[in-house]
């Protein structure tokens, strides 16, 4: 048997090696639902502690910013008001120097590879390297300190615990993470349930924390708990993954890139709106070529693990590609839809193609985790119905937040918007 997949999800050519995770210990049933709580805002009652990191880089974020923008400017000034003979004096001198700039250069460049380098590591679960310079306890206080504003800005619209969507929720999620109880990123985790009354809102994520957050408005779209176990699976994969505190040390390091075009900007473009379109077009050439492709790059991971999740939990995986074919159904009516390489997801069509390459995988996994036969019906048998009752629909207008999204902690650190 030979099944392509994810790191602890491999079973490469055997048929034992999923099933022999000896660093993990085995839980049962009684000990995983004691281990793992499932509560909801109204119910949370740990405290946020004090967070000194995430304020320090709300703080010091756009401080660098005013640096950068006035060295840069001032240097300009200065130079300007040098007489000729004054310049020529300076550039001869540099000159002079240009070995031991160049050095000077060299040896930076070298400590700065030093430091990235020595801040890889490498994820547990997809053995992908990766930048990290956020501590576990940075991103725990970043992620209790959003669990408290989500809590207190949708206070009046959470739903009680003895709602049918919360049961639906709790089913779903109990069901994923059971299944999954081996992995130390789920059941070190103390898993809690939320459900926010927004109709209106296609929206699911889960903190760094294990705060788990659906709107109303998917319970409304996913039609299946199928469709909703891919989708917590796609959401609960962020955070297994740990992709909330890659995004913030990738951001600090995007940042710093930004900071040297601010000040190159106004150090040596003549005028403030000529600096200030440069820096954008820096800016954005930044976000187009290293930002946004690999954010693009954690969705397809998060797709690729969550899949795995929710196959392993027995759930039809083909409930996927339903799911993103309806997504892609409803985009098509926005008009004003962003093109995918300004956009920090992939395209609903690209979504589609990944998974449909995945998806034997997929299902063989879940074959092999002994599970029931999947049932007779696909449930892509439904999105030509579903595109067709959308097309009737002539007022219908496409719900806010339709992006699946891990909220980004960089959001909370540093305002990552250029």
Not at 314 to 333: G, N, P, Q, S, T
Not at 386 to 406: C, H, M, N, W
């Amino acid at each position: 048997m030979s099944v392509n997949m994810l790191g602890l999800f491999r079973c490469v050519r055997s048929a034992t090696r999923f099933s022999q995770v000896p660093r993990f210990p085995l839980i049962t049933q009684r000990a995983f639902e004691k281990g793992t709580k499932i509560s909801e805002c109204g119910f949370h009652t740990t405290s946020p502690r004090a967070a000194i990191p995430p304020v320090v880089l709300i703080v010091l974020r756009p401080a660098l910013r005013v640096v950068a923008f006035f060295a840069g400017r001032n240097f300009r000034k200065w130079w300007r008001s040098l007489p000729k003979d004054k310049r020529e004096h300076y550039w001869s001198r540099i000159k002079e120097k240009k070995w031991k700039i160049l050095g000077g250069g060299a040896v930076t460049s070298a400590m700065a590879y030093w430091f990235y380098m020595s801040h890889l590591e490498v994820e547990p679960i997809t053995g992908r390297e990766r930048f990290s310079i956020v501590s576990t306890k940075q991103i725990q206080d970043l992620s209790q300190l959003e669990f408290q504003a989500i809590c207190t800005e949708y206070a009046s619209r959470i739903e009680p615990i003895k709602h049918p969507y919360y049961a639906r929720v709790k089913r779903v999620a109990d069901r994923l993470l059971y299944a999954n109880k081996h992995l130390p990123q789920i059941y070190t985790k103390t898993w809690t349930i939320t459900v926010l009354d927004d109709p209106r809102n296609m929206n699911a994520f889960v903190l760094p924390n294990g705060n788990i957050f659906v709107f109303t408005g998917m319970l409304d779209f996913c039609t299946t708990d199928d469709e909703l176990g891919v989708v917590l699976g796609h959401e609960i994969s962020h955070c297994l993954l740990g992709h909330a505190a890659e995004n913030v040390s990738r951001e600090h390091l995007l940042e710093a890139i930004k900071l040297v075009l601010i000040a190159l900007a106004w150090a040596f473009l003549p005028s403030d709106i000529l600096s200030l379109l440069g820096y954008g077009v820096g800016a954005g050439a930044v976000n187009a070529t290293l930002r946004y492709p690999y954010s693009r790059h954690l969705e397809n991971e998060a797709d690729q693990v969550g899949i795995h999740l929710a196959a392993k939990a027995c759930f039809d995986v083909r409930a996927a590609l339903a799911f993103w074919d309806k997504m892609d159904i409803i985009h098509e009516l926005d008009l004003l839809a962003s093109q995918e390489w300004l956009s920090t997801h992939p395209s609903h069509k690209t979504r589609v193609a990944k998974i449909e390459e995945q998806l034997p995988d997929a299902i063989s996994f879940r074959k092999y985790c002994k599970c029931p036969d999947l049932p007779p019906q696909d449930p892509r048998q439904e999105i030509a119905s579903f595109r067709q009752a959308i097309s009737e629909f002539k007022t219908y207008r496409p719900p806010v937040g339709v992006f699946l999204d891990v909220p980004n902690m960089a959001v909370s650190a540093i305002d990552i918007e250029s």
